[in-house]
């Protein structure tokens, strides 16, 4: 199994930013996905959640300011957020819940106010 993110970096408050999640080494297509993230100190919280049919699920915090979403063909997992906050500062990984649990190696999103 292999997640690779991308797409990570600065940008001001209010800005946005779209993470994607290169998947490989399993079922894609008929997978729950997810994105998490984690700062300093903490541990890491659940930001989105895709099952393979496209249901999704979103952490309060970034309701109405992020979207996941998903292409099977390509085997890509995406987080669209926008109206991104101070507090949205963190290092993201992409998550496959398989026989184990598997993470991307993160990527940092800082955004600056």
């Known amino acids: 199994v292999q997640l690779v993110e991308s797409g990570g970096g600065l940008v001001q408050a209010g800005g946005s930013l779209r993470l994607s999640c290169a998947a490989s080494?399993?079922?894609?297509?008929?997978?729950?996905m997810g994105w998490y993230r984690q700062t300093p100190g903490s541990q890491r919280e659940l930001v989105a959640m895709?099952?393979?049919?496209?249901?999704?699920n979103y952490a309060d915090s970034v309701k109405g300011r992020f979207t996941i979403s998903r292409d099977n063909v390509n085997q890509m997992v995406y987080l669209q957020m926008n109206n991104l906050e101070p507090d949205d500062t963190a290092v993201y990984y992409c998550?496959?819940?398989?026989?184990?649990?598997?993470w991307g190696q993160g990527t940092q999103v800082t955004v600056a106010s």
């Open positions: 080494g399993f079922t894609f297509s008929i997978s729950l």
């Open positions: 998550y496959y819940p398989g026989l184990n649990d598997y």
């Open positions: 895709i099952t393979s049919g496209s249901s999704t």
